[in-house]
Nanobody, 123 residues
């Protein structure tokens, strides 16, 4: 299994970025797929999840600003990030939970991780 995250970069406050996570060795719509982030000096935290069923979950701080989606034909998931804030600055990771755990916000539920992509929000 490989998860390849990309799309990070520098954005201004209020700007947008779209992250991608290309998966190989597993099928997105058979697993829970999560986006996590880790800011300097902070613990890794959940950002968003697309469950195998297609339903989504968002951390409160990103609701209404971030949208998780997937393209089953490309076996790729996305995180559209709008109205970015400086506090969104972090390394973002995609991850796969092959057991379809109910504890979707717990990083320990995830078996496979991408390498991370840095998002910096600054003027």
């Amino acid at each position: 299994v490989q998860l390849q995250a990309s799309g990070g970069g520098l954005a201004q406050p209020g700007g947008s970025l779209r992250l991608s996570c290309a998966a190989s060795g597993l099928t997105l719509n058979k697993n829970n797929m999560g986006w996590f982030r880790q800011a300097p000096g902070k613990e890794r935290e959940i950002v968003a999840v697309i469950r195998w069923s297609g339903s989504t979950y968002y951390q409160d701080s990103v609701k209404g600003r971030f949208t998780a989606s997937r393209d089953t034909a490309k076996n790729t998931m996305y995180l559209q990030m709008n109205s970015l804030k400086p506090e969104d600055t972090a390394v973002y990771y995609c991850a796969a939970d092959t057991d379809r755990s109910v504890a979707i916000s717990n990083s320990r539920s995830y078996d496979y991780w991408g390498q991370g992509t840095l998002v910096t929000v600054s003027s």
